[in-house]
């Protein structure tokens, strides 16, 4: 608890920036003030005090003796449990106990979380900063300084020269294959053991996708079995970099060189993860991402194509905006569409780009806690990290061996749900999909849909809560 205390006091003459690093450090939404000299207490902040102060117009660089803030409600060592306990209410859930010199000694914290979801965002005060300035200053729609600074701090994220947004991860994907000039008559390859818009997206074009087996070691698009699909009507692959871990690019990439294929990364659920230590999206000729509410970073809806190559960057850019010609207003020399990101989806994108750096290093360290907690179960399976990957665990999901386990993975599901505990199923094989429905038979994917599960995976999660999750986990069994 002392390591705790420390992280999250300030001097009480420092700044706001100082306390929203403070704030960020413990992950308890609040900060403590202390007088620099005498150590003693002088007040507690929470991330609402500071989003308030924020939008009253005080800057980072401000003192925080600026923040207005409720009397803070504080323990002392000598009261019993109950007397503590009493104090608690819907805002306060942090009591600072301080022995007689008023110093901080002891925190008591409400844990209010009963329910566990798998995946829920992150916003802070910038989000509500940039959003709030698209509303005052009117720049609503999809004109406005955040989208193109948002195209800018993605690219540079990526390592790639362009990044252009969209409406939804769908739209990037489609307006990446509008730009390939795909169209009735291809075939695009594709894995089954993804979620149904990498597919989509191919159907949107007029082309047919093209269903592929996974690896078992790495759960994505298994190349030699792209190799087996490759017809004289195959234009592209998309390989998916499923649930955070990237695929086995390499291979991929030599196919398509050997074919001369398009290569269209769908990394909508892999933010920031690295192949050989280079950005997922930037490997193939374009990469694409997703900001749905429950991604790596999210704009609520929201998609991005990455590439270095400017030709196709200019092609998406035309076709998002109905064809419009750049030159010429109401000029439209092509089919277009109405794809564009809006300035207030951009304005969170920026924000939530200032934190993705930290959302990664989260998820990770919540990976490497729910893998010590559940390795030593019989019949769990841990989530791929090739030797060549960093994984970045966007779902953290499991396999179960029902034999093994004793349950199948779907009853392990329902009976975290009496727990309030949230779980998911793995993607059920697209090819096996009413509107695909193939017949083909792709025994690694279904397999990976049948056992898998994906559990709690919010960077909210405390290491005692994914403790709770794992403990509940081998009750069960
Ligand atoms: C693998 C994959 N591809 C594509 C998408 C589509 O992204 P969006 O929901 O933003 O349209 C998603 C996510 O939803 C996804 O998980």
Redesign the pocket.
Request: negative net charge; glycine residues 16%; charged residues 15%.
């Given at each position: 608890m002392k390591e705790k205390i420390k992280k999250i006091t300030v001097d009480s003459t420092g700044t706001i920036r100082e306390v929203l690093r403070a704030i960020d450090r413990g992950a308890l939404g609040v900060a403590l003030l202390v007088d620099p000299g005498s150590e003693k207490f002088v007040g507690l902040i929470t991330d609402g005090d500071v989003r308030r102060a924020l939008l009253k117009g005080l800057g980072l660089e401000s003192s925080v003796s600026r923040i207005d803030h409720p009397e803070t409600i504080t323990a002392t060592v000598d009261m019993g449990m109950d007397e503590i306990s009493a104090m608690f209410s819907e805002p306060i859930r942090v009591v600072p106990v301080l022995d007689d010199e008023r110093r901080v000694v002891d925190l008591a914290i409400f844990d209010t979380r009963v329910y566990f979801p798998v995946a829920e965002p992150k916003f802070g005060a910038a989000e509500l900063r940039y959003v709030s300035e698209c509303i005052l200053t009117g720049w609503v729609s999809s004109a406005g300084k955040f989208v193109t600074r948002f195209e800018e701090q993605f690219s540079e994220f990526c390592e790639t020269k362009f990044a252009v947004s969209s409406s939804?991860?769908?739209t990037a994907?489609h307006l990446s294959l509008l730009a390939l000039g795909i169209g009735p008559g291809d075939e695009v390859i594709v894995p089954s053991f993804?979620?149904i818009?990498?597919a989509n997206a191919v159907t949107f074009t007029g082309a047919k996708p093209v269903f592929v087996d996974s690896e078992p070691s790495t759960w994505n698009i298994n190349p030699v079995e792209i190799k087996k699909a490759i017809t004289t009507k195959t234009k592209a692959i998309i390989p998916?970099h499923?649930y955070g871990h990237p695929a086995n690019m390499d291979p991929i990439l030599d196919i398509a060189r050997e074919y001369n294929l398009a290569v269209v990364e769908?990394a909508?659920?892999a933010h920031g993860a690295l192949y050989k230590g280079k950005k997922v999206g930037s490997l193939g000729d374009m990469g694409m991402f997703?900001?749905?509410g429950n991604k790596i970073i999210t704009t609520g809806?929201?998609?991005m194509i990455v590439t270095d190559n400017e030709d196709l960057a200019e092609k998406m850019r035309i076709l998002r905006d109905h064809g419009m010609e750049p030159k010429r207003r109401y000029w439209h020399s092509v089919l277009g569409y109405n794809y564009r990101m809006t300035n207030i989806q951009a304005a969170l994108g920026v924000a939530q780009m200032e934190r993705i750096d930290q959302i990664i290093e989260q998820k990770r360290r919540n990976a490497a806690l729910y893998a010590k907690g559940l390795q030593d179960i019989l019949g769990i399976t841990l989530p791929p990290e090739a030797v060549w990957a960093k994984n970045i665990y966007w779902l953290y999901s499991i396999l179960i061996d029902e034999a093994e386990f004793g349950m199948s993975s779907k009853e392990l599901g329902k009976q975290l749900k009496k727990r309030g505990i949230e779980t998911r199923p793995l993607f059920p094989p697209v090819h096996q999909q009413p509107i695909y429905n193939t017949g083909q038979n792709l025994p690694v994917c279904e397999k990976l849909s049948r056992c898998g599960l994906s559990l709690p995976s919010s960077v909210n999660l405390n290491g005692d809560e994914i403790e709770k999750i794992t403990n509940e986990i081998r009750n069960i069994q």
């Open positions: 939804s991860g769908t994907l993804t979620f818009s990498t998916v499923v769908d909508a659920e997703s900001f749905y809806e929201g998609g």
